[in-house]
């Protein structure tokens, strides 16, 4: 692929500019802008957009951010770089129907004509195999007159058929010099691709994407043409649902709505409707029984309004469908997933249920699948589509190319391809939007499924003897239908025999011959790509869908069972028996966001975010122990659970993955996270306090502002906080135990901006670390912030999580396995390849898992003689990828070890032995 064009300006701007046709036809003349002379528009005063205008990506800024990134904005040029007798134009519409796509067809053709004067401009017949399979179409002025008032396209769509050689072929053939491509995520990677053969031809050529799709999966813009008919017309469906509910005892309306793997036409019809009861999306897992489970909510609603109304997109629950499991492999032509018709599924297992517990129920599902993308636009999105077309046009006579024409924050801009291309966009259910709608319908969030304190006491507990019986063997009694299934499933997997075995060996050799094979070229190499893959495309927490993606289809492509998602975008795989004991190995996924600064081959190419501190060979490490781990399955004494998890930088994902159950029947876990501070094929722990428990505060401190010489007539906030900024120190100097290890840090403390004003409030922050006594700390924060306002006459609010900043306790490591991680290190890497750390006043979210079950975490080394690698959240930040085999080696052995250890103790061990 071409470079992106970047050009970094002052204050921290970044343009992400689109190519142009002079980057690789240098020479090409200009020409005045016809529409210098055209009376409609030489009198509107700056018609012509100054080339120097950016649009920024984010409005949104902080006082001392910077200012990011920009995109070119979309407008007439002076200068033009085709003639208008020169041009020879065509038009393509690929992928699903979407309202508004004859609109956009004609005011390409309207803007070509009137504005420039083109007169050959061809309509390409059934998407992009009617480039070179089919006749073409010519369009005029008069052929596209009247077609914005029909629905679908005149041009005609497919799937599939894309062949960029045949169709640049295709287009050389023609002569055609302007290439105008009309499609959704696929189409645009498509358009993308057609751009760089062109380029590569060196022809002058211009190649713009307009984004279609009432998904409004495309990332970048605001949203794209159509989407907002298709939620105006899905209001339709619910108000009818609403009226069959409301008019039937215990009525349920049920309607189905597109949306393959983004929610938004759900989760904007539901906020539109009001009257949505339930809504039902991809991007946020639901479960059906037990505490918090749709079934409760539902009883719960039925019981108290007596009717409801549930909106579901299609691709939402697809993970639970595991009757027909073959079908999910399925693909249409383009290579999308073909989903199972979950609405129809869920209406029965809704009913299913209702007949069971015995309570009348009358359910009428309702599916306008097509009806809401077949229609013509709405007045809104036909403006949206002239606009888009306009400013389409406007780019392909200025010269630009390989971009896509975007709405960003209201203004038309050129996006470049890759941005485009680079994600899916999704409904993210951390964001302000989801929460307005979950407020709005007072549904179950469905993250929480059971209380923590009786996960620990489910995984804590041996599988009662009273579980199910299959083949003769006793399985854990699953908590839901869709727990059964999966675990029914795995034994079903797991029992197949592999080729080669372990279980003569010599056990103490065994790690070493893991790691032989995780550092054989095949494996390695295999590895270090997933790591480069991740590391170039970074993703922050509880947005790792590309990742959690690649994760998923290398564990496909091994055979290695999972469910997903757990916690947004977590996966837990399993190898081994299915049945107890489960041991737990974890790697995070999430990235940074910060720029990276290493010049290399694979660096981020995602601007503002970057993989510093390892989390991308976290994962490449695992999944080698998975490989290894399958490899050998037919011998393990158990079953692995392979934890890879979001957020752990922010959110504390190890808390969200706990809550989704993936800590369920697992009895202990291990963690390894690499660090530059020991060397290459060494490895550093302790046993007890690792880390410290790590928080924030945030304390605002209200008094009451006034003159500042009249000091009597005010309360004088800056006082208080003084106060409180001494009073904090005594909690580590007077109330903590010096040879315990605290830190009370305040280190912001703003208010005020006049010399003779007292202000009215201030606001203090900082950090606490603890290795004991963590939360007692946060409450002594809480506690000398407010007494000390009081007493000072103030008010004070504290906050414990500012910007949402989970808390994480502290880490500490299990006796037992730490005993058991130190002998096989000495096994793996040699006698001193274990060097014994001091407690860290670092904090890391492993402590979750750590604190449910019995854990160990451990640092791996990648330090070489070589080069000096820098610290983690560095901008300098790099992984010495020889450490991968290691950590996939010493997972792998961990996870062995301690189901040799459980086997060789008997099944009765208790528990609180670990
Ligand atoms: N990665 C890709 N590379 C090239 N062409 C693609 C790619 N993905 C999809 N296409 C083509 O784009 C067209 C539309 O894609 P599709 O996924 O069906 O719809 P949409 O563009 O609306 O997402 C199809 O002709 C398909 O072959
Ligand atoms: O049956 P078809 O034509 O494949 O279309 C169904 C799909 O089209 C969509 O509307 C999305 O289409 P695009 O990706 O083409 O925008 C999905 O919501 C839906 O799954
Ligand atoms: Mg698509």
């Given at each position: 692929m071409s470079s992106p064009k970047i050009v970094n300006g002052p204050g921290g701007y970044i343009l992400q500019d689109v190519p142009h046709l002079i980057d690789y036809l240098p020479d090409l003349p200009t020409y005045q802008n016809p529409l210098k002379d055209n009376p409609a528009y030489s009198v509107v005063k700056q018609y012509f957009v100054d080339t120097e205008d950016t649009v920024p990506e984010k409005i949104i800024v902080h006082k001392d951010g910077p200012r990011g990134i920009h995109f070119r904005r979309a407008g007439p040029r002076q200068?033009?770089?085709?003639e208008s007798d020169e041009v020879h134009a065509c038009i393509v519409t690929c992928g699903g129907l979407c309202p508004g796509l004859n609109t956009v067809i004609r005011e390409i053709v309207s803007s070509l004509s009137h504005m420039y004067g083109v007169k050959r401009i061809l309509g390409i017949d059934g998407g992009y195999r009617g480039f070179y399979a089919k006749n073409t179409i010519p369009l005029t002025s008069k052929v596209v007159n009247d077609i914005h008032k029909r629905g679908g396209t005149i041009l005609g769509t497919s799937r599939g058929g894309h062949d960029t050689k045949k169709i640049v072929d295709s287009i050389q053939e023609r002569g055609i010099n302007q290439v105008y491509i009309i499609g959704g995520d696929g189409t645009q990677r498509g358009a993308s691709k057609i751009f760089e053969e062109i380029r590569k031809r060196g022809l002058k050529v211009a190649v713009i994407g307009i984004p279609k799709t009432i998904d409004n999966d495309?990332?970048?813009?605001d949203r794209s043409f159509g989407f907002d008919t298709a939620v105006e017309e899905a209001q339709r469906a619910i108000n009818a649902a609403h009226v069959e509910a409301e008019s039937n005892e215990n009525g349920i309306g049920f309607v189905k709505l597109m949306g393959r793997h983004s929610g938004f036409i759900a989760m904007y019809a539901t906020l539109a409707s009001r009257d949505v009861d339930c809504c039902l999306i991809p991007e946020s897992p639901f479960y059906l029984e037990g505490e918090g489970g749709l079934f409760e909510y539902i009883e719960k609603r039925l019981k108290e309004h007596g009717h409801m109304v549930i909106v579901l997109a299609e691709g939402a629950g697809q993970e639970m469908m595991t009757k027909s499991m073959e079908t999910n492999t399925l693909e249409d032509a383009s290579g999308n997933k073909v989903l199972k018709d979950v609405g129809l599924w869920l209406s029965q297992s809704i009913k299913d249920h209702f007949k069971k517990i015995k309570m009348v129920m009358n359910l009428k599902y309702i599916d306008p699948t097509y009806m809401i993308r077949a229609i013509p636009s709405n007045a809104a999105d036909n403006v949206y589509c002239t606009l888009l077309a306009q400013s389409a046009v406007h780019g392909a006579m200025a010269g630009y190319t390989g971009y896509t024409s975007g709405l960003v924050h209201g203004r038309q801009t050129y996006i470049p391809f890759y941005r485009i291309t680079e994600k899916q966009n999704s409904v993210v259910i951390t964001d302000r939007m989801w929460a307005r709608l979950l407020s709005s319908t007072n549904q179950p969030s469905f993250l929480g499924p059971k209380n923590i304190s009786e996960q620990k006491k489910e995984t804590h507990e041996t599988p009662s003897p009273d579980g199910e019986i299959c083949n003769g063997v006793v399985h854990i009694p699953p908590v839901t239908k869709e727990i059964t299934n999966l675990t029914f499933q795995l034994l079903l997997l797991l029992h197949v025999s592999s080729e080669s075995s372990w279980i003569t060996d010599d056990a103490s050799r065994r790690p070493t011959k893991f790691l032989e094979y995780a550092k054989s070229p095949e494996v390695f190499d295999w590895m270090v790509g997933i790591r480069r893959k991740l590391h170039e495309n970074p993703e922050l927490g509880f947005e790792e869908f590309e990742t959690s993606k690649l994760i998923r289809s290398e564990l496909d492509l091994m055979g290695v069972k999972y469910k997903y998602?757990?916690?947004?975008?977590g996966v837990v795989g399993y190898v081994g028996t299915g049945e107890p004991p489960f041991v737990a190995l974890r790697a995070d996924m999430d990235a940074l966001p910060m720029q990276e600064d290493v010049e290399w081959e694979h660096k981020s190419k995602v601007p503002g975010k970057m993989h510093a501190c390892g989390h991308d060979g976290h994962v490449a490490m695992l999944l080698g122990a998975a490989k290894i781990l399958k490899e050998h399955h037919q011998d393990l004494q158990g079953t692995v659970v392979l934890i890879f998890q979001p957020?752990?930088?922010?959110?504390a994902g190890a808390k969200k993955m706990i809550e989704a159950g993936a800590l369920k029947h697992v009895e202990a876990i291990f963690g390894i996270h690499l660090t530059n501070q020991v060397p290459l094929g060494k490895t550093a722990s302790r046993a007890g306090s690792l880390l410290a428990g790590s928080g924030f505060f945030e304390a605002v401190i209200t008094g009451k502002g006034g003159h500042a010489a009249i000091p009597h007539h005010t309360i004088d906030p800056v006082i208080a906080a003084s106060s409180v900024v001494l009073s904090l120190q005594h909690l580590v100097s007077r109330e903590t135990d010096p040879l315990d290890s605290k830190v009370v840090t305040v280190s912001k403390l703003h208010g005020g901006n006049a010399f003779n004003v007292i202000p009215d409030s201030i606001t203090i922050g900082g950090t606490l670390r603890a290795f004991s006594g963590f939360s007692q700390l946060q409450e002594r924060i809480k506690e000398v912030i407010t007494k000390q306002a009081t007493v000072n006459r103030c008010n004070a609010s504290v906050n414990l999580k500012p910007n949402g900043k989970e808390p994480v306790p502290p880490t500490v490591n299990n006796m037992d396995l730490y005993k058991q991680f130190k002998n096989l290190v000495r096994d793996l890497l040699g006698e001193d390849s274990f060097v014994e750390v001091s407690p860290i006043m670092g904090g890391e979210d492993f402590s979750y898992f750590a604190e449910a079950i019995p854990g160990h975490f451990s640092f791996l080394g990648m330090q070489d003689e070589t080069k000096s690698y820098a610290s983690p959240h560095s901008s300098l930040y790099r992984v010495n990828e020889d450490a991968l085999p290691y950590g996939a080696a010493m997972h792998a052995s961990m996870a062995v070890r301690y189901l040799e250890d459980k086997a060789s103790k008997g099944s009765d061990t208790p528990k609180d032995e670990l």
């Amino acid at each position: 692929m071409s470079s992106p064009k970047i050009v970094n300006g002052p204050g921290g701007y970044i343009l992400q500019d689109v190519p142009h046709l002079i980057d690789y036809l240098p020479d090409l003349p200009t020409y005045q802008n016809p529409l210098k002379d055209n009376p409609a528009y030489s009198v509107v005063k700056q018609y012509f957009v100054d080339t120097e205008d950016t649009v920024p990506e984010k409005i949104i800024v902080h006082k001392d951010g910077p200012r990011g990134i920009h995109f070119r904005r979309a407008g007439p040029r002076q200068k033009v770089y085709f003639e208008s007798d020169e041009v020879h134009a065509c038009i393509v519409t690929c992928g699903g129907l979407c309202p508004g796509l004859n609109t956009v067809i004609r005011e390409i053709v309207s803007s070509l004509s009137h504005m420039y004067g083109v007169k050959r401009i061809l309509g390409i017949d059934g998407g992009y195999r009617g480039f070179y399979a089919k006749n073409t179409i010519p369009l005029t002025s008069k052929v596209v007159n009247d077609i914005h008032k029909r629905g679908g396209t005149i041009l005609g769509t497919s799937r599939g058929g894309h062949d960029t050689k045949k169709i640049v072929d295709s287009i050389q053939e023609r002569g055609i010099n302007q290439v105008y491509i009309i499609g959704g995520d696929g189409t645009q990677r498509g358009a993308s691709k057609i751009f760089e053969e062109i380029r590569k031809r060196g022809l002058k050529v211009a190649v713009i994407g307009i984004p279609k799709t009432i998904d409004n999966d495309i990332p970048v813009i605001d949203r794209s043409f159509g989407f907002d008919t298709a939620v105006e017309e899905a209001q339709r469906a619910i108000n009818a649902a609403h009226v069959e509910a409301e008019s039937n005892e215990n009525g349920i309306g049920f309607v189905k709505l597109m949306g393959r793997h983004s929610g938004f036409i759900a989760m904007y019809a539901t906020l539109a409707s009001r009257d949505v009861d339930c809504c039902l999306i991809p991007e946020s897992p639901f479960y059906l029984e037990g505490e918090g489970g749709l079934f409760e909510y539902i009883e719960k609603r039925l019981k108290e309004h007596g009717h409801m109304v549930i909106v579901l997109a299609e691709g939402a629950g697809q993970e639970m469908m595991t009757k027909s499991m073959e079908t999910n492999t399925l693909e249409d032509a383009s290579g999308n997933k073909v989903l199972k018709d979950v609405g129809l599924w869920l209406s029965q297992s809704i009913k299913d249920h209702f007949k069971k517990i015995k309570m009348v129920m009358n359910l009428k599902y309702i599916d306008p699948t097509y009806m809401i993308r077949a229609i013509p636009s709405n007045a809104a999105d036909n403006v949206y589509c002239t606009l888009l077309a306009q400013s389409a046009v406007h780019g392909a006579m200025a010269g630009y190319t390989g971009y896509t024409s975007g709405l960003v924050h209201g203004r038309q801009t050129y996006i470049p391809f890759y941005r485009i291309t680079e994600k899916q966009n999704s409904v993210v259910i951390t964001d302000r939007m989801w929460a307005r709608l979950l407020s709005s319908t007072n549904q179950p969030s469905f993250l929480g499924p059971k209380n923590i304190s009786e996960q620990k006491k489910e995984t804590h507990e041996t599988p009662s003897p009273d579980g199910e019986i299959c083949n003769g063997v006793v399985h854990i009694p699953p908590v839901t239908k869709e727990i059964t299934n999966l675990t029914f499933q795995l034994l079903l997997l797991l029992h197949v025999s592999s080729e080669s075995s372990w279980i003569t060996d010599d056990a103490s050799r065994r790690p070493t011959k893991f790691l032989e094979y995780a550092k054989s070229p095949e494996v390695f190499d295999w590895m270090v790509g997933i790591r480069r893959k991740l590391h170039e495309n970074p993703e922050l927490g509880f947005e790792e869908f590309e990742t959690s993606k690649l994760i998923r289809s290398e564990l496909d492509l091994m055979g290695v069972k999972y469910k997903y998602p757990v916690a947004v975008t977590g996966v837990v795989g399993y190898v081994g028996t299915g049945e107890p004991p489960f041991v737990a190995l974890r790697a995070d996924m999430d990235a940074l966001p910060m720029q990276e600064d290493v010049e290399w081959e694979h660096k981020s190419k995602v601007p503002g975010k970057m993989h510093a501190c390892g989390h991308d060979g976290h994962v490449a490490m695992l999944l080698g122990a998975a490989k290894i781990l399958k490899e050998h399955h037919q011998d393990l004494q158990g079953t692995v659970v392979l934890i890879f998890q979001p957020a752990e930088e922010v959110f504390a994902g190890a808390k969200k993955m706990i809550e989704a159950g993936a800590l369920k029947h697992v009895e202990a876990i291990f963690g390894i996270h690499l660090t530059n501070q020991v060397p290459l094929g060494k490895t550093a722990s302790r046993a007890g306090s690792l880390l410290a428990g790590s928080g924030f505060f945030e304390a605002v401190i209200t008094g009451k502002g006034g003159h500042a010489a009249i000091p009597h007539h005010t309360i004088d906030p800056v006082i208080a906080a003084s106060s409180v900024v001494l009073s904090l120190q005594h909690l580590v100097s007077r109330e903590t135990d010096p040879l315990d290890s605290k830190v009370v840090t305040v280190s912001k403390l703003h208010g005020g901006n006049a010399f003779n004003v007292i202000p009215d409030s201030i606001t203090i922050g900082g950090t606490l670390r603890a290795f004991s006594g963590f939360s007692q700390l946060q409450e002594r924060i809480k506690e000398v912030i407010t007494k000390q306002a009081t007493v000072n006459r103030c008010n004070a609010s504290v906050n414990l999580k500012p910007n949402g900043k989970e808390p994480v306790p502290p880490t500490v490591n299990n006796m037992d396995l730490y005993k058991q991680f130190k002998n096989l290190v000495r096994d793996l890497l040699g006698e001193d390849s274990f060097v014994e750390v001091s407690p860290i006043m670092g904090g890391e979210d492993f402590s979750y898992f750590a604190e449910a079950i019995p854990g160990h975490f451990s640092f791996l080394g990648m330090q070489d003689e070589t080069k000096s690698y820098a610290s983690p959240h560095s901008s300098l930040y790099r992984v010495n990828e020889d450490a991968l085999p290691y950590g996939a080696a010493m997972h792998a052995s961990m996870a062995v070890r301690y189901l040799e250890d459980k086997a060789s103790k008997g099944s009765d061990t208790p528990k609180d032995e670990l």
